[in-house]
């Protein structure tokens, strides 16, 4: 009797694991998702409003200064945003000390849009609707609104990155 009883509460188990987990998922599009809202700050310490950069498309680029992925990242953003003026990009880095490291790095490496840093961790700690965000180097596409249209995590090549951002932002064409 034991025996039938536990497959049975394991499938109990199960169904009820899936309706927490499956049911607190959401589908987000662009006219019903929020816009995100993250404060920011540069390597200056003075402070803005991710919102404040609306008004086109942007790419959000998320990174760490001492990660060789986020440095060929940069590389390839660089290259494929060079002469595109549809879309607006920002650079986040996610680390503890990133004040420290910021202006140094931008300065050595030449970046041609501006970085910043989450002074308040809540990327890492998941508060806002990017969700949390576990590993560099990412990257979001937000709508002339500041709605997420779609993140991508991890190493990439220019041509992937480049196919991606075709897929997401209409008329990129580089």
Not at 7 to 20: E, I
Not at 35 to 53: P, T, V, Y
Not at 63 to 87: C, M, P, V
């Amino acid at each position: 009797m034991k025996r039938a009883a536990r497959p049975c509460w394991l499938a109990l188990c199960a169904v009820l694991l899936s309706a927490c987990v499956f049911g607190n998922a959401r589908t987000i599009t662009p006219n019903a998702a929020p816009s995100l809202e993250i404060g920011l700050a540069r390597a200056d310490g003075s402070r803005f409003w991710l919102s404040e950069q609306r008004g086109k498309p942007l790419l959000v680029f998320l990174f760490a200064t001492y990660d060789n992925g986020s440095q060929l990242a940069l590389a390839h953003l660089e290259s494929l945003l060079a002469h595109e003026k549809r879309i607006a990009a920002l650079g986040i880095a996610l680390q503890p000390d990133a004040q420290m490291f910021l202006e140094p790095y931008q300065a050595s490496l030449s970046v041609s849009f501006p970085l910043s840093y989450d002074p308040y961790n809540a990327l890492l700690r998941g508060e806002t609707d990017l969700g949390r965000v576990a590993a560099v180097p990412a990257f979001a596409v937000l709508d002339a609104e500041g709605h997420v249209l779609a993140t991508r995590y991890g190493i990439t090549t220019e041509a992937e990155l480049k196919a991606w951002l075709q897929s997401v932002v209409p008329g990129f064409s580089r």
